[in-house]
C-alpha cells in the first residue's frame, strides 16, 4: 500500500522554527493509528477484493455462500466455541449492541458497568430508552469498577475493552459459571487482541472496523446457549424493530447466524472482511494477533515508563489496554490539557508521523494510540521519537 505523507509545515518565524528540537529522521511507513477504522492489514491493496460478489444479490447463492464463509472464518480466527452462533448485523458494533440489549433485557434485574463514553451510552439505552430495573456502576476514566462486587445473577451489560479509555478487564478474568443472569459484553476493541472466556459470555459484539481493520457499518454478534433459550423463552415488552428482530414465531432466526443477513450488506466489505481473517489466519491466529497487539503497546508503555511527562490513563498495569493506549500528559507547566493535547496531534498529523491520535471527545486530554494486530511495531518505533519531538516544541512555545 502506496504512502503519501503532507510536507512538514513552515513555520512563519524563521527564528521559531530554529529553536525548535531537530525532527526525527525516519516517518513511519504507515502513520495511521486510529482507533476506528483502523489500519488495514500490512500488504493490503486493492486486488485483495478480487472475489468480491459486486453486482449480485447478497441472496444469491454465491452471495449466501461468501456470507457463511465470512461466519467461518470470524469462528476459526477468534476460536469461538460451536456452542455459540455468530451473525452477521447491521450499524456496526453499536447496532450488535442495542441488538442484543433491546431483544435480551428485561426478563430480570440488570447492572450496567460503565467506566467510558461507549459504556455510559449503554447506561442511557438501559435507563431512559429501556427504563429498565438497573444499578449503575461507575468508575472514572483510568479506573475498573470492582469485578468482585457485580451481582452476576442481574444481566450484566458491559464493554469488555474500553475504547475511549484505554481500560480493559484483565486477563484471565470470567464471570461465574453459577452465575443466574446474562452477560454482554461489548468487545469491540477487545476481540482479535485479548483472549475472551467465551463460555462465561452469553452475548459478545464487535465491529468489522477494529482490530482486523475491516471496513466501517456492519457489526457481529456471537450468542451463547443461554442467550438463544431467553430469546426464545422471554418476549421484551417494548416494539422491536426490523433489524433488532432475532426470532421469528417464537424461534431464533437461524438464517441469520448462516449469512442470511437482517439487511443487505455491502459485497465489498464482505470480501474484505475475508481478506482480513484470511491475513490472520495465515500469520499463525488469534496467538499471533494477540502477540502483535501486546508488542506494539509495550513499545508505547515502556515510552511512557522513560519519561515523565506523559503516562497512561489506565492506573493499573493489568487493566491497560493493549490495543486502544490512552495517554495523558503530566507535565506541571501544561494549564490547558485539551489545547496541549490537540497541538501535539496536530503536529503530528502535519509531519505525517501519526493520523487521528486525539483523545475522543468525552476522554480526558490526551492522546490515544491505536495498537491492534494491523499496526507494524516498526510504525509504533518510528512514530514515538516523533511523539517526544511535537512534545518538547509545544512545551517550547508555552
Not at 457481529?220 to 433489524?243: F, N
Amino acid at each position: 500500500m502506496t504512502e503519501t505523507h503532507p510536507p512538514p509545515p513552515r513555520a512563519a518565524d524563521p527564528a521559531a522554527e530554529a529553536a525548535l528540537p531537530p525532527r526525527p529522521a525516519r516517518l513511519p511507513r504507515n502513520p495511521r493509528f486510529s482507533s476506528g477504522p483502523c489500519a488495514k492489514p500490512p500488504g493490503w491493496e486493492p486486488g485483495w477484493l478480487g472475489r468480491a460478489s459486486l453486482g449480485r444479490s447478497h441472496r444469491s447463492g454465491e452471495g449466501k455462500a461468501r456470507l457463511a464463509e465470512a461466519i467461518d472464518l470470524t469462528r476459526a480466527l477468534l476460536e469461538v466455541p460451536e456452542s455459540h452462533r455468530i451473525g452477521i448485523v447491521p450499524a456496526s458494533d453499536t447496532g450488535a449492541v442495542e441488538m442484543a440489549m433491546w431483544s435480551l433485557l428485561g426478563a430480570r434485574p440488570v447492572e450496567m458497568l460503565a467506566w467510558e463514553s461507549f459504556g455510559e451510552g449503554w447506561v442511557t439505552d438501559a435507563v431512559k430508552q429501556l427504563r429498565l430495573d438497573a444499578r449503575v456502576t461507575r468508575a472514572p476514566y483510568g479506573r475498573l469498577p470492582d469485578l468482585g462486587a457485580v451481582d452476576w445473577d442481574r444481566d450484566v451489560v458491559l464493554t469488555w475493552n474500553g475504547t475511549t479509555s484505554g481500560v480493559r478487564v484483565p486477563d484471565g478474568f470470567a464471570p461465574p459459571a453459577g452465575r443466574e443472569g446474562l452477560v454482554i459484553a461489548d468487545a469491540t476493541s477487545a476481540a482479535f487482541a485479548q483472549r475472551l472466556p467465551w463460555e462465561a459470555l452469553d452475548a459478545v459484539t464487535f465491529s468489522w472496523q477494529k482490530v482486523m481493520g475491516g471496513e466501517a457499518a456492519h457489526g457481529v454478534l456471537v450468542l451463547g446457549p443461554r442467550a438463544v433459550e431467553r430469546l426464545e423463552g422471554y418476549a421484551p415488552p417494548w416494539p422491536l424493530p426490523k433489524i433488532f428482530r432475532l426470532t421469528s414465531k417464537g424461534r431464533l432466526n437461524e438464517g441469520i447466524f448462516r449469512g442470511e443477513t437482517i439487511n443487505t450488506p455491502s459485497m465489498l466489505c464482505v470480501e474484505d472482511w475475508i481478506a482480513a481473517m484470511r491475513w490472520g489466519l495465515g500469520i499463525g491466529g488469534l496467538p499471533a494477533l494477540i502477540a502483535r497487539a501486546d508488542a506494539n503497546a509495550q513499545a508505547v508503555w515502556d515510552f511512557c515508563a522513560g519519561r515523565d511527562w506523559i503516562a497512561n490513563l489506565a492506573e493499573a498495569p493489568e487493566t491497560r489496554s493493549n490495543t486502544s493506549v490512552c495517554l495523558r500528559f503530566t507535565d506541571g507547566r501544561i494549564a490547558d490539557g485539551a489545547a496541549f493535547a490537540k497541538a501535539v496531534a496536530r503536529r503530528l498529523e502535519a509531519e505525517g508521523a501519526a493520523w487521528d491520535v486525539g483523545s475522543y471527545r468525552d476522554a480526558p486530554p490526551g492522546l490515544r494510540v491505536w495498537c491492534g494486530a494491523t499496526v507494524e511495531r516498526e510504525d509504533i518505533d518510528a512514530m514515538l521519537p516523533w511523539l517526544d519531538w511535537a512534545y518538547r516544541a509545544e512545551i517550547a512555545r508555552l
